[in-house]
């Protein structure tokens, strides 16, 4: 059965960055220099194909954009300047916007004006909301405490009512990334291959460690893209986790309680140090993925930025004993936070999320595909079928 | 024969020679020798003094033919020639014996083997010298009035270039206008130049051009003579009354009568024809200049797709490469692209010939546009058909799709088929006319593919444009100005000289069984029908000798490669 | 002193003579038995030529051309080629070992090719001994 | 008639001031309207019809770098307007080169005919003036060599200059020439020959222009004759020179497979049929006679000089034909196919050398091996018609073509002689694998499909796909790239590659360039008078081009172009005349004559 081929669908996915996707002639460099392509997933030319071509279905279900990690080898190496990696990073984004229900993904992709907006009301709305509920029931000189302008009792759960909340949403597009790409009604896979393979699902979360792949042309080499890459993803769960947890011992103080507070400061410094670098990368344009940003990646680092920062210096007002400001500082905290975690399924950041569960999914895949391989003699054939 | 005063010449060349060959032994062997009046050795013939020496003997002794043992005859054959001429004799009464690459030069290890040799090819030498003969350059009138076969750009450009050098031309064209395909053309590749311009320059040109005079509607009928001296029959139909047939004279012949487009309803499941919006290239063109460009029921079409290589590079049909389809198409994209600005197009090829100046940019230009490039397999053929009530297009064309590796159907409301070119089919006509040989596709062969592309076997005949071979704008051009050149040299000399060596036909042994008119590849022999014998123009001929060979009454004579001559070296080399 | 067989070689003037020149500025070495006459086209070479040259006592006859397809005169190659083999059913009639008539193609940038080929030529001749005809010819006359 | 010029801007804008167009447009007297277009012009048909209609504009004259691109939608616009479609009216500043100096005049020039409807190369023809018979040619290839006997056949007097030693250019290089196979010194060296012999043509090798002055039909040329240290008459090539040398460097000829003499002949069938002196490798020279000059005593017709200095040449040409040809790029530059670092990675011209059968080898193909070098005690990789074949060979297209990073264009020739080097692999290693990576097969001329065919039935691989790069593991080369229509990544060991490696101008054109005042294109190629209409003459008066200096063509081409230069040049000294250059007419001049043409209503169509 022939599939249709749709040239319109470029007029969409340029909104999402793709830009020179049809400046490629496919001579097939970028698919051969990519440290990350294999007998099972060639890319990035065969996505830049499907992509030219329109081939809606067939982007859908494709786990290769998630197996880039833009270390750029492919657009440097394009002899006509096709921009290989930052057609994959378009594919990304267009592909969270239709993981994502609601259509809030696609609606800020599309424009950031919307998304600016969004996030400032949002915030807002927090800021005013804190205040108020501030001024109630405490006391502005009070940190914390009896009587404190914003006691971490009721804030944990404010936490958690907004965490919860996000994941939920992250939850119900996982699920949905999970049918397009799995296709459980075509290729019905055995919960068992799912079972066996689950472990690498914390093992990627955790160690990213396919993007340290990334340039493993010289050995040896320390790979900082990917460190500070690891520094943000592991400081920023750590940080979750202590929010969502152990908020209380982590607001008391004065007093310095170690056995928590020794993981903030290791996670704010991830964070700090990562953000930091971010920004100097995109402001300057320091390496080819940094070439085009668009406006939702400057709201991603900006607003981590601040909430890395005001983060570390209410504690720091706190502890060193001026809760007036500590307390204005935490509301403006709270105010980058509230909409940094609602924004989060909708945003790159559902990377943190996806990516492992592409790397899940696609080491499932690899599996049947072999298995099948073996079977019919032709990884062509299969990878085909599929 | 005269009796022969011989002198022989051997040369040391330094010691290229005499280091093996004993060139001194050489020397006095064949002093001894019949007719040998004089044998000198010396350090290098081919020296001042080494020539004087000759022309010396020939004045003092009287001598009458020349042996030089020395290098190669392709290096110095010219050279002592010459010093025959200045002495006072033929230049064509001196021989050669090349001991040097072929003897003192390969036999290094032994002196007495090379001697002996370089002996016997100088006793050769000696033997042949005995038949030569006297022979003296032909030369024939040269007029400079030239025949221009077809008034398309070729036959334009060439005719132009002829008279502006100040030379008359007849321009032939077959039917009732000039400009030949280039007029139904809009732009051109790959810069979206006006052709019409480019036509327009030419044609006021001509017109204001008293040399030229053009003959419309008109045919070669039958072409007699040999270079320099054709006599052209043309015949020009004008309405309705007999054609009237006009005599020519004149010097040379330029062939430019094109190509025709390949008839695209020859593949049947492209529909075209049948379905209506399945067009070829040139109807599209007449839309583009219109400035209409829609559906037969007239509203713009939203997808077009452009098909490549259409009766070319196909097995049914014509093997070889059209060479400017693709251009032409990527030039359809981006106009398409400028007068519907809303329309998709989709161009399917199988390899993107863009190797030509300008080109690779074209295609990178088309790219940004936003043409959908999509490849198919050499040997498959993509599907037209309708498509369903619930589709947002007319067509769908189905096919392999090589670089993504899917079956895929591309919507398409109009479908541009880029027809190839092939040879006109009156073109096997012209070349029997003219004489020249047509290969299995029926584009006329060149002397030499390479080195002589627009030159024929036959003198005075010359090919240019795309009835040698598809060809885009520039080279075709350039090939009618190289055509041009051949012939203004040849009128620059005024006379055309033909060497001394050729064949001639001995009539009283000539039996007129005209196997030699078959065999000369340059047709330079031909059959007197009164006399019942065939003869050579001398003019036409290159004496490679294959008719002297073939001729079973032995009536025909090699010049200065005589069965007498070749037989007495044969003797001198075995003696 | 041994048997050293003559050898007559016609060459055609554009490839394989000019071929046979480039050995020599090459200076790459082959055996002194063959003597060259160089003809303008391989299609010159009358059958009769051949027969004449065993006639007068060569022990062998090496005919050398431009590579099918690169002769000066388009397909006076061809011509010799389609010549040969009539010619060798004759010589074998007459009882003239096959070897003793080659036909070889050398073009002008084949100086190796050319001595590789004299040098083979020349050591199966030899093998083959004196050539008989020129003899044979002799004693007749004489019977006569 | 009522005109409107719409001005469209070039990108990346030539040195032309659209301002001062539009002004000088305005008020010419047919023009009702002038708009310069924005960028990009966004151009809507109904928009335009409107406009068209409003202004009741008769004839539209779209001005611009390449307006062509234009073209459609206004004529669309018109016909909306119905008004009439061929009234749409090109002013090309690039088709007529208006990118010089001068562009802006130029441009003006080109307005005031297209507003005229009357072709630019109709009205812009210069004043001609007498011509000197004589014609320079630079370059002695086979452009050069066919341009020069074209015209001395023709009884004129040429005077061909050639930088190397011997005239025959890159063919003379070759093995076999495609898709005839043909051998290349079969067909070349009797012309070369030819060239050496004619009294109507003085050879003056080892030489450059130096200056060019004078004005068209009246050039007088500076020619800088560099020492040769051997008398070319008198020397008889009998090698015993280079034998006694002492000296040995790599040979260009042999594109740096063996070594030559500093005393040498670059190969056997050069013309003249001369050695030369490499001054730069010489002891004699370099010690100013103090060492060596061993050959000096070894020449036995002493017509060695090697105190000969050089000399400048001068004489006086009416037309001048440029056919400088090309030289490779650099394949160092394309890092990832590691030329230079792997030493069985050949370039195109190299792997010619070593196929041919008057090469290094005989025409053996073999992997290069380690020899010490006994002068400089080093060891360097030769080839050596012993050493071992490869097993496998890559052929890899489009190097350094076809890509943005080096040259954007493609060189045109490179499909087709990789496809001849398959055949040879084949032919010479029956048992060695052979593959060749393409992106497009352009095989486009007069056979050549069919030689593709044969090739490819010959039982080569070949993939569609470029090669991304070439590795080493454990001294075992290794090709990747994409076999995109078998769908899958490969990775071929292989013990030889070819580079096809792209052509670019000849080193000296800038200078060349700047001295005869030919523009020159994008790429660094000479820049024609016109594209289609004169792709061999250019804007200077009486000075030509041909072959590969005007943009990359195979031989039947380049021939074909030489010989056009040919008639071109032949035309003038026939006619007596020589035109003077473009940019000689003056703008009102051109101006008049348009309007002038118009009124006598030369339209043909």
Redesign the interface.
């Known amino acids: 059965m022939a599939i249709r081929v749709n040239p319109k669908l470029i007029n969409e996915l340029e909104h999402f960055g793709s830009e020179d996707v049809f400046n490629c002639y496919h001579c097939g460099n970028c698919s051969a220099v990519c440290p990350h392509t294999d007998e099972f997933f060639v890319f990035p030319r065969k996505s830049m194909r499907s992509l030219q071509m329109g081939l809606e279905r067939k982007l859908e279900r494709s786990i290769e954009p998630w197996l880039c990690y833009y270390c750029g080898q492919c657009s440097e190496q394009c002899p006509r300047n096709a921009q290989p990696g930052e057609t994959m990073m378009s594919l990304r984004r267009w592909l969270i916007s239709r993981y994502d229900f609601t259509g809030l993904a696609r609606l800020f992709y599309k424009s950031w004006k919307s998304e600016l907006a969004a996030v400032i009301i949002v915030a807002l709305l927090t800021g005013v909301g804190l205040l108020a509920y501030g001024f109630w029931q405490g006391n502005i000189q009070i940190y914390d405490g009896a009587g404190a302008f914003l006691p971490s009792s009721s804030i944990h759960i404010f936490d958690l009512a907004v965490g919860g909340l996000m994941f939920l949403f992250l939850a119900v597009n996982s699920v949905r990334m999970w049918w397009f790409i799995m296709d459980p009604k075509e290729q019905g896979i055995r919960l068992g291959l799912y079972l066996k393979k689950i472990l690498l699902l914390p093992w990627h979360f955790f160690t990213q460690k396919r993007y340290a792949e990334c340039e493993s042309g010289e050995p040896g080499t320390v790979h900082i893209p990917w460190l500070l890459h690891l520094g943000i993803a592991l400081g920023y769960v750590t940080m979750l986790i202590l929010v969502m947890v152990f908020l209380h011992s982590l607001q008391a103080g004065p007093q310095i309680v170690w056995p928590v507070h020794v993981f903030g400061y290791l996670a704010s410094i991830g964070l700090a140090t990562g953000t930091i670098w971010m920004l100097h990368a995109r402001l300057k344009k320091t390496r080819v993925q940094y070439l085009r940003s668009q406006g939702s990646d400057w709201i991603f680092v900006t607003l981590l930025f601040i909430i890395t920062v005001t983060g570390i210096l209410q504690h720091i007002l706190h502890r060193v004993g001026l809760p007036f400001a500590a307390n204005i500082v935490y509301v403006l905290h709270l105010m980058a936070v509230v909409p940094w975690l609602l924004r989060m399924p909708f945003s790159k950041w559902a990377h943190i999320i996806y990516r492992p569960l592409a790397m899940y999914f696609a080491d499932i895949q690899r599996a049947v595909l072999a298995a099948r391989a073996a079977a019919t003699g032709s990884i062509q054939q299969v990878r085909h079928a599929a | 024969m005269q009796n022969c005063r011989i002198g022989v010449y051997v040369c040391n060349c330094g010691t290229n020679i005499a280091h093996i060959v004993d060139a001194e032994a050489v020397k006095e062997a064949v002093s001894k020798l019949p007719d040998v009046t004089i044998a000198r050795s010396y350090r290098y013939m081919c020296s001042n003094p080494g020539q004087e020496m000759i022309v010396k003997d020939i004045q003092e002794l009287g001598l009458n033919r020349v042996v030089v043992a020395a290098c190669s005859p392709r290096m110095h054959e010219r050279t002592f020639r010459n010093a025959c001429k200045t002495g006072g004799i033929n230049p064509y009464l001196c021989e050669m014996a090349n001991i040097r690459e072929q003897c003192s030069w390969v036999h290094v290890a032994d002196k007495l083997a090379a001697t002996e040799k370089a002996l016997a090819l100088t006793n050769a030498a000696i033997n042949r010298v005995r038949y030569h003969e006297p022979l003296d350059p032909l030369t024939a009138e040269m007029c400079p009035t030239t025949l221009v076969l077809g008034g398309g750009i070729a036959g334009l450009t060439a005719a132009l270039e002829l008279a502006m050098a100040g030379h008359p031309v007849y321009l032939v064209e077959k039917s009732d206008h000039l400009g030949g395909n280039l007029a139904r053309v809009d732009l051109t590749a790959p810069y979206l130049d006006s052709a019409r311009d480019l036509l327009t320059e030419r044609l006021v040109r001509l017109r204001q051009n008293p040399n030229i005079s053009v003959m419309l509607n008109s045919q070669l009928k039958d072409l007699t003579g040999f270079v320099g001296n054709y006599s052209a029959t043309v015949a020009t139909h004008n309405g309705h009354e007999l054609p009237q047939e006009k005599t020519l004279h004149v010097g040379n012949v330029i062939v430019a009568t094109g190509y025709k487009e390949f008839d695209a309803s020859r593949i049947t499941h492209y529909g075209y024809g049948k379905l209506p919006d399945v067009i070829t290239s040139f109807e599209f063109e007449e839309m583009l200049r219109a400035g209409r460009i829609q559906l037969k029921s007239g509203r713009p079409p939203q997808y077009v797709a452009i098909i490549h290589c259409v009766g070319s590079r196909s097995k049914e049909f014509h093997a070889y490469c059209s060479r400017v389809c693709c251009m032409t198409a990527l030039k359809y994209a981006h106009e398409i692209k400028s007068a519907l600005p809303d329309c998709y197009v989709s161009d399917v090829y199988i390899d993107m010939h863009a190797f030509g100046k300008g080109h690779e940019d074209f295609y990178k230009k088309s790219s940004e546009v936003k043409t959908l490039f999509l490849m198919y397999g050499k040997n498959e053929r993509p599907v037209i058909r309708k498509a369903g009530p619930g589709d947002d297009c007319q067509m769908l064309i189905e096919v392999d799709e090589k670089l993504s590796g899917e079956r895929i159907e591309i919507p398409a409301d109009m479908v541009i088929l880029m027809v190839g070119m092939e040879a006109r089919p009156d073109a096997g006509e012209v070349a029997r006319l003219v004489n020249i040989s047509a290969d299995k596709d029926g584009w006329f062969i060149e002397s030499h593919p390479k080195l002589d592309p627009v030159a024929t076997t036959t003198d005075g005949i010359y090919i240019a444009g795309t009835c040698v071979a598809p060809k885009d704008i520039p080279d075709t051009v350039a090939q009618a100005r190289a055509a041009a050149g051949r012939i203004l040299a040849k009128i620059a000399k005024g006379k055309i000289e033909i060497e001394g060596v050729f064949a001639e036909v001995n009539e009283d042994l000539c039996s007129g069984c005209r196997m030699c008119n078959e065999l000369c590849p340059y047709s330079a022999i031909v059959f007197d029908e009164v006399k019942k014998r065939s003869h050579v123009i001398p003019a036409a001929c290159k004496a490679c000798g294959a008719c002297v060979a073939a001729c079973p009454s032995g009536a025909i004579k090699g010049r200065h490669f005589t069965d007498q001559q070749i037989y007495a070296q044969i003797e001198g080399v075995l003696a | 002193m041994s048997y050293e067989p003559k050898i007559v070689g016609f060459l055609c003037n554009w490839c394989s003579y000019t071929g046979a020149d480039l050995a020599g500025t090459s200076r790459i070495q082959y055996p002194p038995n063959i003597r060259v006459i160089r003809v303008m086209c391989t299609a010159r070479i009358d059958p009769t030529f051949v027969v004449d040259a065993l006639a007068k006592g060569a022990d062998g006859v090496l005919i050398c051309g431009c590579h099918p397809g690169d002769c000066h005169y388009s397909e006076g190659n061809y011509k010799a080629m389609r010549r040969f083999p009539l010619l060798k059913r004759l010589l074998k009639s007459y009882g003239i070992e096959d070897e003793r008539v080659r036909l070889e193609w050398v073009s002008a940038s084949e100086g190796q090719r050319f001595a590789d080929v004299v040098t083979d030529m020349t050591e199966r001749v030899r093998g083959l001994g004196p050539s008989r005809v020129h003899a044979t010819l002799l004693t007749d006359q004489r019977e006569r | 008639m009522r005109v409107g010029v719409f001005i469209a801007r070039s990108s990346p804008e030539i040195g032309v001031n659209l301002q001062a167009i539009a002004n000088y447009a305005a008020n010419l007297s047919a023009v009702e309207k002038v708009r310069i277009l924005g960028s990009p012009p966004g151009?809507?048909?109904k928009a335009l019809a409107e406009e068209i209609r409003a202004d009741k504009l008769e004839r539209i004259v779209l001005a611009g770098d390449?307006?062509?691109?234009?073209?459609?939608?206004f004529?669309?616009?018109?016909?909306?307007a119905g008004g009439n479609?061929?009234e749409?009216?090109?002013a090309?500043f690039?088709?007529h080169g208006a990118s010089s100096h001068e562009a802006t005049e130029r441009a003006k020039a080109i307005v005031a005919c297209a507003v005229h409807a009357?072709?630019?190369?109709?009205v812009a023809v210069p004043r001609s003036s007498t011509v000197n018979p004589a014609t320079l040619i630079i370059g002695g290839g086979?452009a050069g060599i066919?341009a020069a006997l074209?015209?001395a056949?023709?009884?004129?007097q040429v005077y061909l200059v050639e930088r190397s030693a011997t005239i025959g250019g890159h063919m003379a290089m070759f093995?076999k020439?495609f898709p005839?196979?043909?051998?290349?010194?079969?067909?070349?060296?009797?012309?070369m020959?030819a060239v050496g012999?004619h009294d109507k043509i003085e050879l003056i090798t080892n030489a450059e222009v130096q200056e060019v002055s004078g004005k068209p039909g009246d050039y007088k040329i500076k020619v800088l004759k560099k020492a040769r240290r051997v008398d070319i008459d008198?020397c008889?090539?009998?090698?015993?020179c280079t034998a006694i040398c002492p000296i040995s460097v790599w040979s260009e000829f042999d594109s740096a497979l063996t070594h030559r003499k500093a005393i040498y002949i670059p190969f056997?069938?050069a013309v003249p049929?001369a050695y030369v002196v490499d001054p730069e490798n010489c002891t004699y020279v370099q010690t100013e006679g103090k060492k060596c000059g061993a050959c000096l005593k070894k020449c036995?017709?002493d017509c060695i000089n090697l105190d000969e200095k050089d000399q400048v040449v001068e004489f006086e040409v009416g037309n001048i034909i440029v056919a400088t040809g090309y030289d490779l790029l650099d394949a160092r530059r394309v890092e990832?196919y590691g030329y230079g670092k792997f030493p069985n990675v050949l370039t195109s011209l190299e792997f010619e050398r070593m196929t041919?059968?008057?090469g290094p080898t005989?025409?053996k193909i073999v992997l290069k091996t380690k020899k010490l070098n006994k002068r400089t005690k080093v060891e360097e990789w030769v080839v050596q018609p012993e050493a071992a074949p490869p097993k496998s060979v890559a052929i890899i297209h489009?190097v350094g073509s076809?890509?943005?990073?080096y040259n954007?264009?493609?060189s045109?020739v490179c499909c087709m002689y990789s496809l001849k080097f398959a055949h040879l692999v084949r032919e010479k290693l029956p048992d060695a694998t052979c593959y060749e990576f393409y992106?497009?097969?352009?095989?486009?001329?007069?056979?050549?499909?069919?030689f593709m065919?044969r090739i490819k039935a010959e039982g080569t691989f070949i993939v569609?796909?470029?090669?991304?790069?070439i590795v080493e593991s454990n001294g075992q080369m290794i090709v990747?790239?994409?076999?995109?229509?078998?769908?899958?990544?490969v990775e071929f060991p292989v013990d030889l590659v070819i580079l096809a490696v792209g052509l670019v101008p000849s080193q000296g054109t800038l200078d060349l360039a700047r001295m005869l005042g030919v523009p020159r294109?994008e790429d660094g190629?000479f820049s024609?008078l016109n594209?289609?209409?004169?792709?061999?003459m250019t804007e200077r008066g009486g000075i030509f081009v041909a072959g590969m200096c005007?943009?990359p063509k195979d031989?039947?081409?380049t021939?074909?172009?030489?010989?056009?230069?040919?008639?071109?040049v032949?035309?003038s000294?026939?006619?007596g005349r020589v035109e003077d250059h473009l940019s000689s007419v003056a703008l009102s001049e051109i101006e008049a004559r348009a309007a002038q043409?118009e009124a006598n209503e030369?339209?043909?169509?």
């Open positions: 151009l809507k048909p390449s307006p062509g691109y234009f073209k459609p939608v004529t669309r616009a018109m016909t909306m479609p061929e749409v009216r090109l090309s690039r088709e009357t072709p630019f190369p109709l086979i066919q074209e015209i056949d023709g009884g004129k093995d020439t005839t196979l043909d051998c290349a010194a079969c067909i070349l060296t009797p012309k020959v012999d008198a008889v090539a009998c090698n015993l056997p069938q049929s036995p017709k990832r041919n059968a008057a005989g025409g489009c076809r890509d943005e990073k954007p264009y493609c045109r992106i497009d097969m352009r095989a486009f001329g007069k056979g050549y499909e069919e065919e569609r796909g470029r090669t991304a790069q990747k790239g994409e076999d995109m229509v078998n769908d899958r990544l294109d190629w024609e594209y289609n209409g004169s792709p061999t005007q943009g031989i039947p081409d021939v074909a172009q030489a010989s056009a230069v040919a008639a071109g032949l035309r000294i026939s006619s043409m030369i339209q043909v169509r």
